[in-house]
């Protein structure tokens, strides 16, 4: 007994030895993440540094490129102040479009937000792009290749209204007006996602993509031999996107909130006591407190959340429309596979943990801007050719 007594008691020191170790490696890594783009501007510096020549306005350009790295706006502005670049909408978008090693997310929302001088940068931004002759896909993927597209609706939709016009522009005829070639350029991220995504479990085939897009090219159909091929291509081969460098070690670390709760099962209707924890717009389910991997994961968008049974403790989480299952992944056989949940109902320990529950989940859930503008334009084009 002596040997398990001295086993436990050493329990609470070794638990926190590692969420010191977590709490350390969690900041080393943010602290490499946050300094890629930096790095390889170091690298430049030194360079000029080693020549004997080095011209000082270069590791001044440096400097301000590592600022804009940090926060974009602050870094244009020194730069301009520092006459290294333009002060004019012009060269702050070759600046932007020219300049290697500019970090994607600052550039895209430098150029999304809603100022008359960012928006005129965005506008000679698309038209640096040169679309002329491009298939519609090949541009598409040079266009979002150039920036990380920001998360607010507002800022995506001039973004892509940029694109619509430049493409249009290089590519005379091709559509019947902006617009339809906006739908078809949301349509075609839509369907890179249902493509590859490994939570959707049906993919949509090429009759249903140009069902989907039937009557939107102004008063008649996109051509069908340009859909077959867009479809082909970005089956083939998905959208290389920029994206932030994050390890899936972090993904658990710091939830809004984590707990035990009871689940409804999809298919037998069974209840099961399931570890619960919710972090970055989605809502992830483990059987045990210890496990790595989910045993299934609800991702928040274009869902909303309810208390079904007060006495009970129960709420819900469902579809908007209610008529789809949600697009939530379980974990069969080692393999995430889509779940078939049309809503899911959760059951919680008392009455203040399922409001607290209902109160987070709530406030987590996101709606999809990419689907949301589609249908909202989608809705434009159409009633625009029924006119």
């Known amino acids: 007994d002596t040997p398990k007594m001295a086993t436990l008691e050493a329990i609470p020191a070794r638990l926190q030895h590692l969420k010191a170790l977590r709490e350390r490696l969690e900041h080393e890594i943010k602290a490499i993440e946050g300094n890629i783009s930096n790095l390889l501007l170091d690298l430049d510096s030194l360079e000029q540094e080693g020549d004997e020549q080095a011209n000082p306005s270069q590791n001044a350009l440096i400097s301000g490129m590592r600022r804009f790295n940090e926060n974009a706006k602050k870094g244009i502005a020194a730069l301009i102040e520092q006459n290294l670049i333009p002060n004019t909408a012009e060269g702050v978008a070759k600046f932007l479009y020219e300049t290697p090693h500019l970090n994607k997310t600052q550039i895209g929302e430098y150029l999304g937000e809603n100022d008359p001088f960012n928006l005129e940068v965005m506008q000679l931004f698309a038209k640096q792009h040169s679309f002329a002759e491009k298939t519609f896909d090949a541009a598409l993927r040079q266009y979002l290749w150039s920036f990380r597209l920001p998360g607010e609706a507002q800022k995506i939709d001039r973004l892509m209204e940029q694109f619509a016009a430049r493409y249009c522009e290089c590519n005379n005829g091709i559509f019947g007006s902006q617009d339809s070639c906006y739908v078809l350029a949301f349509s075609t991220i839509m369907l890179n996602t249902s493509l590859h ?166 406030a987590a859930m996101t709606k999809n801007p990419f689907y949301q503008l589609f249908v909202k334009r989608k809705e434009m084009v159409s009633a625009s050719s029924s006119c």
């Open 197 to 362: 995504n490994p939570s959707v479990k049906n993919r949509p085939t090429l009759e249903q993509f140009i069902s989907m897009n039937r009557g939107l090219n102004n008063n008649g159909n996109f051509a069908e031999d340009m859909l077959t091929t867009l479809y082909t291509s970005i089956k083939s081969t998905p959208f290389k996107l920029p994206e932030d460098e994050t390890g899936d070690s972090l993904t658990f670390i710091n939830p809004e909130r984590n707990g035990w709760l009871v689940k409804e099962g999809g298919g037998h209707r069974t209840w099961r006591r399931r570890w619960f924890t919710l972090c970055n717009n989605c809502l992830y389910y483990f059987s045990n407190t210890t496990d790595t991997k989910p045993k299934g994961t609800v991702p928040l968008v274009n869902l909303e959340v309810r208390v079904i049974n007060p006495a009970k403790f129960q709420f819900e989480i469902y579809q908007e429309e209610g008529t789809e299952l949600i697009k939530g992944a379980k974990l069969k056989d080692g393999i995430m596979t889509q779940g078939r949940h049309s809503s899911y109902r959760i059951q919680a320990e008392s009455k203040d943990d399922m409001d607290e529950w209902v109160k987070c989940i709530r």
